[in-house]
């Protein structure tokens, strides 16, 4: 992958994640500890400060190295989380992705370790709600459509509202987490969109 298409979906995953931090810590603050918007302001701030070095990378090591800086720079779940998935992501891409179905494997695996590194599965309101089905619909695609995927990742997203928190701080509301919106999964969208606009050229 060109350095410069690294640069973009940093610069872009940077910026969605900052005009949005207002509203991950919103939506935290009704079913966790509101500091969502504060963790990933935090994680993709240090990813950004370290762009020129991971954009030098090959793809699988630029993947890994980003997963790595969130892990190191964010202190709440979802730190260690978004760092599973970046850094199994990078380690099952191949050296030169060359089709959906290369993209598809290596998400898969980092959707897995998530789920490994969270001991949780889907319908549980979560990140998974938008990381499962967008995989799924990555796995079936035989060519990459972008209005599909950002409309998988918005009804994982929707689908959060009814559920009941099983896993982490939000599950500790039980039947109080119903009617909210995953703050996890809101972020999960975010950046999925993120990478959207970026292959769209935007
Ligand atoms: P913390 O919960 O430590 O305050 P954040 O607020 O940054 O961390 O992240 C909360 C989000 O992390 C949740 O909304 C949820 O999507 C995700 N999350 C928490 N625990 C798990 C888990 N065990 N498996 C998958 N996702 C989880
Ligand atoms: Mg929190």
Redesign the pocket.
């Known amino acids: 992958m060109e350095p410069e298409t690294i640069k973009a979906l940093i610069r872009r995953t940077h910026e969605v994640i900052l005009a949005h931090a207002e509203e991950l810590t919103d939506l ?1 603050q009704a079913i ?2 509101g ?2 918007g504060i ?1 990933m302001k935090r994680g993709f701030d240090a990813i950004a400060a370290a762009a020129d070095a991971i954009a030098e990378l090959p793809c699988g090591k630029a993947l890994e190295k980003a997963g790595m800086t969130l892990v190191m720079s964010v202190g ?3 730190g260690p ?1 978004y760092g599973s998935l970046l850094m199994a992501m990078g380690k099952a891409m191949p050296e030169a992705p060359d089709s959906v179905g290369d993209i598809a494997k290596a998400f898969q695996a980092g959707v897995e370790a ?1 789920m490994k590194r ?3 599965e889907g319908g549980e309101k ?3 709600e938008v990381l499962l089905p967008v995989a799924t619909s990555l796995k079936d695609a035989g060519a990459l459509d972008i209005g599909v995927l950002r409309k998988t990742a918005d009804a994982g997203l929707a689908s959060t509202k009814d559920m009941k928190a099983t ?4 599950s500790f509301l039980g039947e109080r987490s119903i009617g909210h919106l ?4 809101r972020s999960s969208a975010l950046l999925i969109h993120a990478v959207c606009d970026v292959i769209e050229g935007k």
Do not use: E, I, Q, W
């Open positions: 935290d966790g500890d500091d969502h963790n709440g779940a979802s989380l998530v969270g001991k949780s979560t990140m998974l896993k982490g701080r939000a995953d703050p996890g999964a």
